[in-house]
């Protein structure tokens, strides 16, 4: 009591730091935001997606300085206030600044012109998808201690094995299935090399990176290619609206109209968070995971947890893999995972090893991503490689600032001998 | 446990062995009679029956983008096949998978004794110097790049090739922007919506120069016809737009086809190798846009997408390529810079296919006539632009 006391009374050291940095912050967005501005210019934010007219709202018009001001206000406030009172959460202060950072932003980019905010968020969710299930995969693999980097290959291995095998049978769902399949198969190959036969983890999962590029760009440039109405021509999983649900302003286009990959995703993090924290099988995982030989001594087959937890990482990888081509763009053409799973990974390691956090954070990447492309359509004078490279600062400050230190589990990446 | 990392270690060079399949040349062996052109026949390379008077080799390096890529690597290798056909030449092709491999694969082709040497691309153009300063006697012919390629303050021999003109090199140069004039010009006549929208894989001159020709056609329809089309995803003057920044991801190209959808562009020109046929997925799922194609018809390379295909911008490299080896095998080779226009043929747009039938009368004959004032020089891309 009486230190808490004390420390609401004397601002420590770190709390004026905060503060001045939120001041410095405040100045910065006036001095980079407002010279650009003119009196009664206005930025346009388009609320609705052409396809989902049911209610339709009108589109957002604010005006540009004003709004400017008031953001740069709230920072300031917050600020000073931190200074003099404190404020609790860090979490709290961070998202409020970086909200008003990010909207401040988005204003002075949009300045005499328009920009489809709905649009943008909607395609944030989508173009957080396969980061979302790489990460996923990672969490559930590394909560039984097992570190999967090959995911990248997993995935783009599942990416030509569903396009063939769905070109090839005419139906979308088979592919599905043989995406996932073969996910599975190279989880369970990485985790019987490296939980039988103690392989180091990093070298084997390298080695799946390298082994999936080199055959499916073989196999594309052989076949695929030459062959592409046969082998290489899917078609993709249709656009589902949920009856209802995607009636509702703003949040039904971006939830609630998209296609099975997405909405997989979404139930695969709920499910996962439930099975983790809520069951018997999800505190075995996080046993074996944190303290292998205490669970063992208990009864528990460690081997057997780390085998399926694995192979159920790797067919939520495979699902990611069938996105690239399933859900996306209905043909494979080689590397086309273009990294998603290293940053899935990344994901995975800031949204602190839990499935929630690492949804949440493959959607930042994705909000980050499709900002960018937003910012370059609106000629932003900022050059696009600076701008490419948005998705991950933001996310390396976010997440950092909002998460603190990741801690993973405390056996991550040791074989277990028993 | 050792016995287990033997596996493992097999595993690891079966792996490699794979990845090290696709850089091995490929051999278009000098045929009979005319071979198909398609898909080589890479592993029994039939010995050639009549091997006295020496026969030409052409060698292609492709860059990091491989011979598969529906651009110019693909189009550049079209050419030698061709040759390989029309003059019973030999032609192989080295793939390189990362800068490192330029150099290596040039050399490869020197010490092999080939007659010409192919390079394409931007990427290889400090390797191709370097190899044809050293070798003066080594005919070469590089795609898409020119010599000298020096600037003021450049370091020589790192950030770019040469200053001096290069004898044995021919730089095969393409005035694509013409071309994409008359796309621009086209989208600007066919949008509905008002806005055409254009995007880049990497912000580098033979990327941005059909961006450039496309803005310049729909700002000339405008003077000519007093409207007022936007082109979203490029401004010559400030040189910014929209890139993906790479030229792998399809998913990139469908996201930047679906976010120009949002802003209410509904015809989208994507200069960005196959990263654009993600695109064209994306536009044949909705039918809420149209694709123009680039550097080959896509009408015969990406049939699936014919249906949302408004046209193409021809870069004929294949010709390039091919005239340069005609050239050599007929002792006309001469290095310096060659320049394709649409005086000569070597770019243009393609067809309208599926859309003959959409594209007035009025808005064809517009598109013959600016060819012709493009042909004598009374239009400029320059000049529409104010520059």
């Known amino acids: 009591m009486a230190a808490e006391n004390l420390?609401?009374?004397?601002?420590?050291?770190?709390?004026?730091?905060?503060?001045?940095?939120?001041?410095?912050?405040?100045?910065?967005?006036?001095?980079?935001?407002l010279p650009g501005t003119e009196t009664g210019q206005t930025a346009t934010f388009g609320l609705n997606l052409s396809s989902s007219a049911a209610i339709l709202l009108p589109d957002?018009?604010?005006?540009?300085?004003?709004?400017?001001?008031?953001?740069?206000?709230?920072?300031?406030?917050?600020?000073?206030?931190?200074?003099?009172?404190?404020?609790?959460?860090?979490?709290?202060?961070?998202?409020?600044?970086?909200?008003?950072?990010?909207?401040?932003?988005?204003?002075?980019?949009?300045?005499?012109?328009?920009?489809?905010?709905?649009?943008?968020?909607?395609?944030?969710?989508?173009?957080?998808?396969?980061?979302?299930?790489?990460?996923?995969?990672?969490?559930?693999?590394?909560?039984?201690?097992?570190?999967?980097?090959?995911?990248?290959?997993?995935?783009?291995?599942?990416?030509?094995?569903?396009?063939?095998t769905a070109s090839l049978s005419d139906s979308l769902y088979i592919g599905l299935m043989v995406g996932i399949l073969s996910g599975a198969l190279i989880a369970a190959l990485h985790a019987w090399l490296v939980i039988r036969f103690k392989v180091d983890q990093i070298v084997s999962g390298v080695a799946i990176n390298i082994f999936a590029t080199g055959t499916t760009s073989f196999l594309s440039s052989k076949y695929l290619q030459h062959q592409s109405d046969l082998l290489n021509n899917s078609g993709t999983f249709p656009i589902i609206s949920i009856p209802l649900l995607s009636k509702i302003p703003i949040i039904g286009p971006i939830f609630f109209e998209n296609n099975l990959i997405v909405y997989l995703m979404m139930i695969i993090v709920i499910v996962m968070h439930i099975v983790l924290y809520y069951t018997p099988w999800g505190?075995?995982?996080?046993?074996?995971?944190?303290?292998?030989?205490?669970?063992?001594?208990?009864?528990?087959?460690?081997?057997?947890?780390?085998?399926?937890?694995?192979?159920?990482?790797?067919?939520?990888?495979?699902?990611?893999?069938?996105?690239?081509?399933?859900?996306?763009?209905?043909?494979?053409?080689?590397?086309?995972?273009?990294?998603?799973?290293?940053?899935?990974?990344?994901?995975?390691?800031?949204?602190n090893w839990n499935p929630l956090g690492a949804f949440t954070s493959s959607l930042i990447f994705g909000f980050a991503d499709s900002l960018q492309v937003k910012m370059q359509i609106l000629k932003v004078p900022i050059p696009s490689s600076i701008l490419g490279m948005a998705p991950y600062i933001v996310t390396m400050i976010v997440l950092t600032g909002l998460v603190g230190q990741a801690i993973p589990p405390a056996a991550d990446g040791q074989p277990y001998e028993k | 446990m050792k016995k287990l990392y033997f596996v493992f270690a097999i595993?690891?060079?079966?792996?490699?062995?794979?990845?090290?399949?696709?850089?091995?040349?490929?051999?278009?062996?000098?045929?009979?009679?005319?071979?198909?052109?398609?898909?080589?026949?890479?592993?029994?390379?039939?010995?050639?029956?009549?091997?006295?008077?020496?026969?030409?080799?052409?060698?292609?390096?492709?860059?990091m983008?491989?011979?598969?890529?529906?651009?110019?690597?693909?189009?550049?290798?079209?050419?030698?096949?061709?040759?390989?056909?029309?003059?019973?030449?030999?032609?192989?092709?080295?793939?390189?998978?990362?800068?490192?491999?330029?150099?290596?694969?040039?050399?490869?082709?020197?010490?092999?004794?080939?007659?010409?040497?192919?390079?394409?691309?931007?990427?290889?153009?400090?390797?191709?110097?370097?190899?044809?300063?050293?070798?003066?006697?080594?005919?070469?012919?590089?795609?898409?790049?020119t010599f000298p390629d020096c600037w003021p303050g450049a370091e020589v021999g790192v950030?770019?090739?040469?200053?001096?003109?290069?004898?044995?090199?021919?730089?095969?140069?393409?005035?694509?922007?013409?071309?994409?004039?008359?796309?621009?010009?086209?989208?600007?006549?066919?949008?509905?919506?008002?806005?055409?929208?254009?995007?880049?894989?990497?912000?580098?001159p033979t990327v941005t120069i059909f961006m450039k020709g496309f803005e310049a056609g729909v700002k000339y329809y405008?003077?000519?016809k007093g409207t007022n089309v936007e082109v979203l995803g490029w401004n010559t003057a400030t040189g910014e737009g929209s890139f993906t920044n790479n030229f792998e991801s399809l998913d990139d190209g469908r996201a930047q086809a679906e976010s120009f959808v949002q802003e209410g562009a509904d015809i989208i020109l994507p200069v960005a190798g196959p990263v654009g046929l993600g695109s064209a997925a994306?536009?044949?799922?909705?039918?809420?846009?149209?694709?123009?194609?680039?550097?080959?018809?896509?009408?015969?390379?990406?049939?699936?997408?014919?249906?949302?295909?408004?046209?193409?911008?021809?870069?004929?490299?294949?010709?390039?390529?091919?005239?340069?080896?005609?050239?050599?095998?007929?002792?006309?080779?001469?290095?310096?810079?060659?320049?394709?226009?649409?005086?000569?043929?070597?770019?243009?747009?393609?067809?309208?296919?599926?859309?003959?039938?959409?594209?007035?009368?009025?808005?064809k004959a517009e598109l013959e006539a600016i060819k012709a004032a493009l042909i004598d020089g009374s239009l400029t891309v320059d000049g529409v632009l104010g520059q």
């Open chain 1, 60 to 164: 957002m018009t604010l005006p540009v300085q004003t709004s400017l001001y008031v953001l740069v206000l709230i920072v300031v406030f917050m600020g000073a206030y931190h200074m003099a009172r404190g404020i609790r959460s860090p979490g709290a202060l961070f998202g409020v600044v970086a909200f008003c950072f990010v909207a401040a932003f988005l204003i002075w980019a949009t300045r005499g012109r328009s920009l489809s905010l709905i649009g943008m968020l909607t395609s944030s969710l989508v173009r957080a998808t396969p980061i979302a299930l790489a990460a996923l995969c990672g969490v559930i693999s590394e909560r039984a201690a097992v570190v999967n980097i090959g995911i990248e290959g997993i995935m783009l291995i599942a990416a030509e094995a569903s396009v063939v």
């Open chain 2, 222 to 224: 405008n003077q000519q």
């Open chain 2, 159 to 204: 950030q770019c090739g040469t200053d001096q003109e290069l004898p044995n090199v021919r730089g095969l140069a393409f005035q694509t922007d013409q071309a994409s004039f008359l796309a621009g010009y086209l989208a600007a006549g066919m949008t509905k919506s008002g806005k055409v929208a254009t995007y880049g894989g990497l912000p580098i």
């Open chain 1, 283 to 351: 505190l075995r995982t996080r046993a074996v995971g944190e303290h292998p030989k205490a669970a063992d001594t208990l009864g528990i087959n460690v081997y057997l947890m780390r085998y399926v937890n694995v192979i159920v990482g790797g067919m939520i990888a495979g699902l990611g893999g069938a996105y690239f081509t399933l859900g996306s763009v209905g043909r494979f053409d080689e590397v086309m995972t273009a990294g998603k799973g290293f940053i899935g990974l990344a994901a995975m390691i800031f949204g």
């Open chain 2, 11 to 63: 595993v690891l060079i079966a792996s490699m062995a794979l990845a090290a399949c696709q850089p091995k040349p490929v051999e278009q062996p000098a045929p009979a009679e005319p071979a198909a052109t398609e898909a080589p026949a890479a592993t029994e390379a039939p010995a050639p029956t009549e091997p006295p008077a020496p026969v030409i080799k052409v060698g292609q390096v492709t860059d």
């Open chain 2, 65 to 145: 983008g491989g011979i598969d890529d529906k651009s110019f690597n693909a189009s550049a290798w079209k050419g030698v096949q061709d040759a390989v056909t029309e003059f019973g030449i030999e032609g192989k092709y080295l793939e390189s998978q990362q800068q490192s491999d330029y150099a290596k694969n040039i050399q490869q082709y020197l010490d092999e004794g080939t007659d010409l040497i192919v390079t394409v691309g931007f990427l290889l153009g400090v390797d191709t110097a370097k190899t044809a300063l050293a070798n003066p006697d080594q005919k070469m012919a590089i795609v898409d790049y």
């Open chain 1, 7 to 33: 420390s609401t009374k004397i601002p420590s050291r770190k709390r004026i730091a905060t503060g001045i940095a939120l001041l410095v912050i405040g100045l910065l967005m006036s001095v980079f935001f």
């Open chain 2, 282 to 363: 994306y536009c044949k799922e909705t039918g809420s846009c149209l694709i123009i194609g680039v550097d080959a018809d896509w009408y015969d390379t990406a049939p699936e997408y014919k249906d949302i295909l408004l046209t193409s911008v021809l870069k004929k490299i294949d010709v390039a390529v091919f005239d340069t080896i005609k050239d050599v095998v007929e002792g006309n080779f001469t290095g310096g810079t060659v320049v394709y226009t649409i005086a000569d043929g070597g770019v243009d747009i393609a067809p309208f296919h599926e859309f003959d039938d959409d594209v007035s009368a009025e808005l």
